[in-house]
Protein backbone atom coordinates (compact mmCIF):
# COMPACT_ATOMS: atom_id res chain seq x y z
CA UNK A 1 0.00 0.00 0.00
CA UNK A 2 1.36 3.40 -0.99
CA UNK A 3 0.71 6.45 1.25
CA UNK A 4 -2.22 7.55 -0.18
CA UNK A 5 -4.14 4.72 0.00
CA UNK A 6 -2.97 4.67 3.79
CA UNK A 7 -4.03 7.70 4.46
CA UNK A 8 -7.42 7.55 2.81
CA UNK A 9 -7.91 4.13 4.58
CA UNK A 10 -6.71 6.06 7.79
CA UNK A 11 -9.91 8.86 7.23
CA UNK A 12 -12.44 6.47 6.10
CA UNK A 13 -11.61 4.83 9.75
CA UNK A 14 -11.91 7.65 11.51
CA UNK A 15 -15.37 9.15 9.53
CA UNK A 16 -16.40 5.78 10.44
CA UNK A 17 -15.55 5.91 14.61
CA UNK A 18 -17.04 9.74 14.36
CA UNK A 19 -20.03 8.25 12.99
CA UNK A 20 -20.15 5.68 15.71
CA UNK A 21 -19.25 7.82 18.74
CA UNK A 22 -22.49 10.47 17.29
CA UNK A 23 -24.69 7.95 17.68
CA UNK A 24 -23.75 7.02 21.28
CA UNK A 25 -24.67 10.66 21.57
CA UNK A 26 -28.00 10.52 20.31
CA UNK A 27 -29.37 8.08 22.22
CA UNK A 28 -28.07 8.94 25.79
CA UNK A 29 -29.22 12.52 24.89
CA UNK A 30 -32.39 10.99 23.90
CA UNK A 31 -32.24 9.02 27.51
CA UNK A 32 -32.05 11.90 28.77
CA UNK A 33 -34.18 14.17 27.55
CA UNK A 34 -36.88 11.08 28.79
CA UNK A 35 -35.48 11.21 32.09
CA UNK A 36 -36.26 14.40 32.32
CA UNK A 37 -39.63 14.33 30.97
CA UNK A 38 -40.79 11.64 33.20
CA UNK A 39 -39.41 13.80 36.34
CA UNK A 40 -41.41 16.75 35.72
CA UNK A 41 -44.94 15.09 34.94
CA UNK A 42 -45.91 15.49 38.60
CA UNK A 43 -45.29 19.39 37.78
CA UNK A 44 -48.70 19.66 35.51
CA UNK A 45 -50.52 18.70 38.15
CA UNK A 46 -50.56 19.25 41.89
CA UNK A 47 -50.28 15.97 43.84
CA UNK A 48 -53.50 14.45 45.88
CA UNK A 49 -53.00 15.06 49.52
CA UNK A 50 -53.79 11.99 51.25
CA UNK A 51 -55.39 12.60 54.59
CA UNK A 52 -58.97 14.92 54.38
CA UNK A 53 -56.87 17.20 56.92
CA UNK A 54 -53.97 17.93 54.48
CA UNK A 55 -56.38 18.78 51.97
CA UNK A 56 -58.07 21.26 53.67
CA UNK A 57 -55.09 23.04 55.06
CA UNK A 58 -53.62 25.70 52.79
CA UNK A 59 -50.22 24.90 51.46
CA UNK A 60 -47.42 26.16 53.31
CA UNK A 61 -44.27 27.69 51.73
CA UNK A 62 -44.31 29.32 48.13
CA UNK A 63 -42.11 26.94 46.00
CA UNK A 64 -40.93 27.28 42.81
CA UNK A 65 -40.91 24.49 40.51
CA UNK A 66 -39.54 24.82 37.27
CA UNK A 67 -41.81 24.05 33.68
CA UNK A 68 -42.02 20.48 32.26
CA UNK A 69 -41.14 20.33 28.98
CA UNK A 70 -43.85 19.05 26.46
CA UNK A 71 -42.21 17.07 24.36
CA UNK A 72 -44.12 15.91 21.59
CA UNK A 73 -42.02 12.94 21.31
CA UNK A 74 -41.50 11.66 24.81
CA UNK A 75 -45.04 10.15 25.69
CA UNK A 76 -44.64 7.44 22.69
CA UNK A 77 -40.83 6.94 24.20
CA UNK A 78 -42.28 6.32 27.19
CA UNK A 79 -45.00 4.16 26.67
CA UNK A 80 -42.63 2.05 24.47
CA UNK A 81 -40.01 1.88 27.61
CA UNK A 82 -42.91 0.85 29.57
CA UNK A 83 -43.70 -2.01 26.97
CA UNK A 84 -39.92 -3.01 26.52
CA UNK A 85 -39.56 -3.31 30.60
CA UNK A 86 -42.40 -6.03 30.69
CA UNK A 87 -41.18 -8.21 27.87
CA UNK A 88 -38.78 -10.73 29.31
CA UNK A 89 -36.97 -10.72 26.15
CA UNK A 90 -35.38 -7.30 27.27
CA UNK A 91 -34.82 -7.88 31.18
CA UNK A 92 -30.91 -7.65 30.81
CA UNK A 93 -30.90 -4.42 28.52
CA UNK A 94 -34.04 -3.00 30.48
CA UNK A 95 -32.14 -3.52 33.95
CA UNK A 96 -28.80 -2.12 32.04
CA UNK A 97 -30.53 1.06 30.59
CA UNK A 98 -32.37 2.04 33.73
CA UNK A 99 -29.98 1.59 36.22
CA UNK A 100 -27.75 4.03 33.95
CA UNK A 101 -30.32 6.60 32.96
CA UNK A 102 -33.16 6.36 36.06
CA UNK A 103 -31.20 5.23 38.39
CA UNK A 104 -27.78 6.35 38.02
CA UNK A 105 -26.24 3.42 39.50
CA UNK A 106 -22.65 2.55 39.88
CA UNK A 107 -21.52 1.27 36.72
CA UNK A 108 -19.17 -1.57 37.81
CA UNK A 109 -21.63 -2.67 40.60
CA UNK A 110 -24.66 -2.94 37.72
CA UNK A 111 -21.63 -5.26 35.52
CA UNK A 112 -21.02 -7.26 38.73
CA UNK A 113 -24.52 -7.91 38.84
CA UNK A 114 -24.98 -8.39 35.40
CA UNK A 115 -22.00 -10.84 34.98
CA UNK A 116 -20.65 -8.67 32.18
CA UNK A 117 -17.72 -5.76 31.26
CA UNK A 118 -18.83 -2.18 31.83
CA UNK A 119 -18.88 -1.37 28.07
CA UNK A 120 -21.70 -4.01 27.75
CA UNK A 121 -23.82 -2.66 30.49
CA UNK A 122 -23.16 1.00 27.85
CA UNK A 123 -23.86 -1.43 24.93
CA UNK A 124 -27.19 -2.80 26.35
CA UNK A 125 -28.59 0.42 27.12
CA UNK A 126 -27.93 1.76 24.18
CA UNK A 127 -29.24 -1.05 22.47
CA UNK A 128 -32.23 -0.61 24.56
CA UNK A 129 -32.62 2.67 23.65
CA UNK A 130 -32.22 1.88 19.93
CA UNK A 131 -35.42 -0.51 20.15
CA UNK A 132 -37.46 1.90 22.38
CA UNK A 133 -36.92 4.69 19.97
CA UNK A 134 -37.86 2.12 16.93
CA UNK A 135 -40.99 1.13 18.69
CA UNK A 136 -41.95 4.37 19.95
CA UNK A 137 -41.92 5.76 16.51
CA UNK A 138 -44.54 2.35 15.09
CA UNK A 139 -46.67 3.46 18.05
CA UNK A 140 -47.03 7.25 16.91
CA UNK A 141 -47.64 6.12 13.39
CA UNK A 142 -50.55 3.68 14.96
CA UNK A 143 -51.94 6.82 16.86
CA UNK A 144 -51.50 9.28 14.23
CA UNK A 145 -53.24 6.85 11.80
CA UNK A 146 -55.98 6.12 14.54
CA UNK A 147 -56.82 9.87 16.18
CA UNK A 148 -58.23 12.18 13.64
CA UNK A 149 -56.12 15.23 12.54
CA UNK A 150 -58.93 18.21 13.60
CA UNK A 151 -58.41 20.11 16.54
CA UNK A 152 -61.28 19.46 19.13
CA UNK A 153 -62.13 22.82 20.76
CA UNK A 154 -62.41 26.10 19.29
CA UNK A 155 -58.79 27.10 21.40
CA UNK A 156 -57.01 24.68 20.58
CA UNK A 157 -58.16 25.43 16.48
CA UNK A 158 -57.36 28.83 17.35
CA UNK A 159 -53.64 28.20 18.97
CA UNK A 160 -52.30 24.80 17.15
CA UNK A 161 -54.10 23.51 14.22
CA UNK A 162 -53.78 26.91 12.11
CA UNK A 163 -49.91 26.68 11.75
Request: one cysteine or more.
Amino acid sequence: MNKKQVESKVAADLAAKEKRLEHKHVADDFANRWVHWSRTRRFLAPTVKSSVLARLTSPGGARCEPDAVMDSEMPFFNMAVHALCDDPNHASEAVCFLGIYWYTTCIKALAREQACARGTVYNRARAFSKCATLLSRTIRNVHESMVPVECSNSVERNSSCGR
